[in-house]
């Protein structure tokens, strides 16, 4: 679902891009209508953006707002993480979240976390 949005956020973003170059083209000739035309579309064409992204960001803090939830959490050691296939293999519903992963940084996590439901 995340991918939806991304992809239309990136459509938009292209579309807003175009319209501001035929806007920098139109005003070294003055067409006044057209001109407008194009800043009433830009406008809309951000917003529209504005409110993708906001969705975005959403869906990303109800997928922490889960993992924070869950009643066991704990850094994953340099060992563990050499071999996480083992560790997760070992743990059922193990979820690990890296800091430098958008979710990573919105949790604003400093090491290599796993959460789970029970203990581990």
């Known amino acids: 679902m995340k991918e939806i949005e ?13 319209i501001r170059h035929q806007m920098a083209s139109l005003q070294l000739t003055n067409d ?5 035309e194009l800043e009433k579309e830009k406008a809309t ?6 409110r993708l992204k906001a969705l975005r960001n959403k ?21 563990e993480q050499a071999d996480l296939g083992k560790l997760k293999k070992s743990v059922r519903g193990l979820v690990i979240v ?3 992963t958008a ?18």
């Open 6 to 18: 991304k992809t239309q956020i990136k459509l938009l973003s292209d579309r807003l891009d175009l």
């Open 32 to 36: 006044a209508e057209k001109y407008a």
């Open 45 to 50: 064409l951000e917003v529209e953006i504005a």
């Open 59 to 79: 869906k990303l803090s109800k997928e922490a707002q889960k993992l924070v939830d869950m009643p066991f959490k704990r850094a994953i050691t340099k060992k």
């Open 98 to 100: 890296h800091p430098m």
């Open 103 to 120: 979710l990573g940084r919105e949790m604003e996590l400093d090491e290599m976390t796993g959460f789970c439901k029970s203990d581990f």
